[in-house]
Every structure is written in C-alpha cells, then in structure tokens.
T-cell receptor, first 115, second 113 residues
Framework: DSGVTQTPKHLITATGQRVTLRCSPR?????VYWYQQSLDQGLQFLIH???????AKGNILERFSAQQFPDLHSELNLSSLELGDSALYFC??????????????FGEGSRLTVL | AQKITQTQPGMFVQEKEAVTLDCTYD???????LFWYKQPSSGEMIFLIY??????QNATEGRYSLNFQKARKSANLVISASQLGDSAMYFC??????????FGAGTRLFVKA
C-alpha cells in the first residue's frame, strides 16, 4: 500500500460526458502528479501540482483540467469525453524537498472506459 | 530534450535465469535520477530501484540491479533468478528536477516455467 488513494477505481461512461477523478496523496506529501496510460502504452505525464500550485504541465488536452485543494487532495476533470480518452489514469505523490530524488508513490489508478 | 528509450517491447526468459531489460536516456542535465517500476497485470506501479547520476556504485535491491553506464547513457535493469511472478511490464523512468518524471514505453517480460 503506497498510501496514495484514488477514486473511483473503475468508471464507465459515454462519449461527450464529463468525469472527475480524485486523488489523496500520502500523508505529508505536497506534490501530486497525474499520468495517463493508454492501452499497452507508457505513462504520459499530464500535470504536477505542488502545495496547491501548478508546477509543470505535459501534453494535457484542453478538455482536461486539474486542481489541488488546500487539504492537498487533487482532482482531474475530463470533459467532452472521446473514445480515445479510455485509459488508466494514475495519480502519484512525492515528498518533494531537499534531497528529493524523484521517487513517486503511485495510487492504484482509475480505469476509465468511454463507450 | 529529455527522453527515455526502451527498445524491447517484449522479452522472454526461462524461470531461474537472469534477464536484462534495456533503457537508454537522454538529458543535458548533470543531476538526475533513474528509476525502474514494475507493473503487473493488476495494474499498480511498483517501485523497484533507483540510481542517482552521481552514484558511483550500481544500485542493487535484492534480485534487482541497475547496470548504470553514464557515458553511454544507459540504465539497464538486471533481474537475477527470474520467477514466474516477475512476469509484468517494466518501465524505466528519469527525473531531472524539472518537476516531472518521464517514463519509457515499457518492456513486457514473460517468464516461462
């Protein structure tokens, strides 16, 4: 158990709909990262938040948005869903600070299926 | 540009034998970290091993070792005495301090009994 909690674990929805994925980082971790893993692909970096502020952005679609709240949990919002958005979405957290190596602690992922 | 390349989409290994999974990286940064993660069929990402760019010794964690060749920019994962439970996807990753960790495309390992 990494200590990172993601909900829901599975989600099935239709094209054009909007969903929200939620992530609670490990206790004490200020950084939250979101990654997308399409079928049999590597992990594509979407976005990184640190203590409520956006720190880095990857190839995140304009239909996607994220935020990190004062209690440090994060939400990834996916709207106007398309079939190609079907993927496993990972949240990861880290104890970013002095001596940070880059190790990430992953949640179990949210598997989104768009029909 | 920073990049991780894993050129082996799939690998087969006989149980109890050793296997090497290849990873090359590209960065102009002097300080960086290299990681390997395992993703079994259940989907979770499991941290295996870490190598810092200034570490002189190759990292080892149990049956896992990282063959770090800085001049060649390679960070191959060696799994000794393969077990059936090692069958999984393996991802090489790199952190360079740019607030994100990037991943390679992965190598699927099949361990044969």
């Amino acid at each position: 158990d990494s200590g990172v909690t993601q909900t829901p674990k599975h989600l099935i929805t239709a094209t054009g709909q909007r969903v929200t994925l939620r992530c609670s980082p490990r206790s004490g971790d200020l950084s939250v990262y979101w990654y997308q893993q399409s079928l049999d692909q590597g992990l594509q970096f979407l976005i990184h938040y640190y203590n409520g502020e956006e720190r880095a952005k990857g190839n995140i679609l304009e239909r996607f948005s994220a935020q990190q709240f004062p209690d440090l949990h994060s939400e990834l919002n996916l709207s106007s869903l398309e079939l190609g958005d079907s993927a496993l979405y990972f949240c990861a957290s880290s104890a970013q600070g002095r001596g940070y190596t880059g190790e990430l602690f992953f949640g179990e992922g949210s598997r989104l299926t768009v029909l | 540009a920073q990049k991780i390349t894993q050129t082996q989409p799939g690998m087969f290994v006989q149980e109890k034998e050793a296997v090497t999974l290849d990873c090359t990286y590209d960065t102009s940064d002097q300080s960086y970290g290299l990681f390997w993660y395992k993703q079994p069929s259940s989907g979770e990402m499991i941290f295996l091993i870490y190598q810092g760019s200034y570490d002189e010794q190759n990292a080892t964690e149990g049956r896992y070792s990282l063959n770090f060749q800085k001049a060649r920019k390679s960070a191959n994962l060696v799994i000794s005495a393969s077990q059936l439970g090692d069958s999984a996807m393996y991802f090489c990753a790199m952190y360079t301090g740019g607030f994100k960790t990037i991943f390679g495309a992965g190598t699927r390992l099949f361990v044969k009994a």
